[in-house]
């Protein structure tokens, strides 16, 4: 089950880096599909984890980078394609606070101290990451249905997906950035006080 595990995460990492030529050549529903598996699988590998008690750091750090690779790659080529401030300013803020946290992490690594998420079954970082899941994923679909449609497609459910979708993508992208840099914040206020022990 550990291997079954793991192998969920590294799935992810190859989703991440499988799905930046597929928009590149404009293959956007698979490219929908394979983020939606890779997102699916990042619920299963921690609750299965859970579940059959094998946990592991191998498996957290895999988990780790894998929603690190997933998330990034996204942003930047959703930055790339659409050439829009309202999406570039969110997308290297959200990077940065990875890298900054990261660098938190790194920092306290080395008196052997931890930097966990906190609480983490209700967290800002927990609701980052479906913010951020939730917004990509609304930009692929987007993308996807825009490159399927045709004069014949005007029901009105499909209008008004067309319609809804840019909102839940952009307001989606600038709340988790916001939840974001809240939890760098908190992240930081942490890091002080380890930082004073």
């Known amino acids: 089950m550990k291997t079954f595990v793991n192998s969920l995460s590294i799935f992810r990492i190859l989703a991440a880096f499988a799905i930046v030529p597929m928009l590149m050549y404009q293959m956007y529903w698979l490219a929908f599909i394979v983020f939606t598996l890779a997102a699916i699988s990042d619920f299963f590998d921690g609750w299965l984890a859970k579940k059959y008690k094998v946990v592991s750091k191998v498996g957290a750090v895999l988990d780790h980078i894998a929603d690190k690779f997933l998330v990034v790659n996204m942003l930047v080529m959703i930055s790339v394609m659409l050439h829009a401030w309202f999406v570039f300013v969110p997308a290297l803020l959200m990077i940065g606070r990875e890298i900054y946290v990261s660098g938190l992490r790194e920092a306290l690594g080395d008196q052997k101290v ?77 890091f002080k006080k380890k930082i004073k022990k």
């Open 114 to 190: 931890g930097l966990p998420v906190p609480n983490p079954r209700f967290s800002l970082v927990k609701i980052k990451n479906t913010l951020q899941v939730i917004a990509i994923g609304a930009f692929l679909f987007m993308f996807a249905l825009g490159s399927s449609l045709t004069p014949g497609m005007t029901s009105r459910i499909i209008m008004f997906i067309i319609y809804i979708l840019p909102f839940i993508a952009i307001y989606g992208l600038w709340i988790a950035m916001g939840t974001s840099l809240w939890s760098a914040v908190n992240y930081t206020l942490d």
